[in-house]
């Protein structure tokens, strides 16, 4: 069974700081997908980031880059002079490439971001 | 473009009471899931629909019914529903197999007394 764990339940960080959140997995698969969404308080999930497992290259989108290390099975997010709109849940999750591509969901961080 | 829609998005349910959750999309997705979000446990699969006319469970599938009624609409049912259904369940669509992406609803916080 595919599992994800994210260790911080809440994280807190001052507007323009870098900050880092860490999600750790466990799959039998060689090939599959991590993403990172968000839950902003309108409770709308949004994906932030997309990596596919054999790429070596770390996925950026804008301020929203990801560290992912295969054979440790760490998939971190970090984002980069972080806003007030950066405040939500986030979530890391893990699919299988093939199939009906179901996702496996963390526990999620909340983070806030302090003016 | 609505994306994937959800009715309601609010409900109150005493024990034992049944209801309908509704799911559409209009982007023309093989793949529908259903999923609930509880406190601390992240969103956890219910059942899904990987094609239309077909449905199987996920993780949590007891207590709940599915219909994949076409390849837009994907509903859940409670039948007798139980204050551990408390909780916010999400409609979700994707491409599968594609690049992974699930594309969700806005949610429906139901409450169970």
């Known amino acids: 069974a595919q599992t994800v764990t994210q260790s911080q339940p809440e994280m807190s960080v001052q507007e323009a700081e870098t900050v880092t959140l860490s999600c750790t997995y466990d799959t039998s698969e060689n090939n599959y997908y991590l993403f990172w969404y968000k839950q902003p308080p309108s409770r709308q999930m949004i994906l932030v980031i997309r990596q596919e497992a054999y790429k070596q290259q770390n996925a950026t989108e804008n301020r929203f880059s990801v560290n992912f290390q295969k054979a440790a099975k760490s998939f971190s997010l970090k984002i980069s002079d972080s806003q007030l709109g950066d405040t939500a849940m986030y979530f890391c999750a893990l699919t299988e490439i093939q199939g009906a591509q179901k996702l496996v969901f963390g526990q999620g961080t909340r983070l806030t971001i302090n003016p | 473009n609505a994306g994937v829609t959800q009715t309601p998005k609010f409900q109150v349910l005493k024990t034992g009471q049944s209801m309908t959750l509704q799911c559409a999309q209009d982007m023309n997705h093989n793949s529908m899931y259903w999923y609930r979000q509880d406190p601390g446990m992240g969103l956890r699969l219910i059942y899904y629909s990987a094609s239309e006319g077909t449905t199987d469970k996920g993780e949590v599938p007891n207590g709940y019914n599915v219909s994949r009624l076409n390849k837009r609409e994907f509903s859940l049912r409670l039948e007798s529903a139980a204050p551990s259904q408390t909780s916010v369940y999400f409609c979700?669509?994707?491409?599968?197999?594609?690049?992974?992406?699930?594309?969700f609803g806005p949610g429906t916080r139901l409450t169970v007394l």
């Open positions: 979700a669509s994707s491409e599968a197999p594609s690049y992974g992406e699930q594309f």
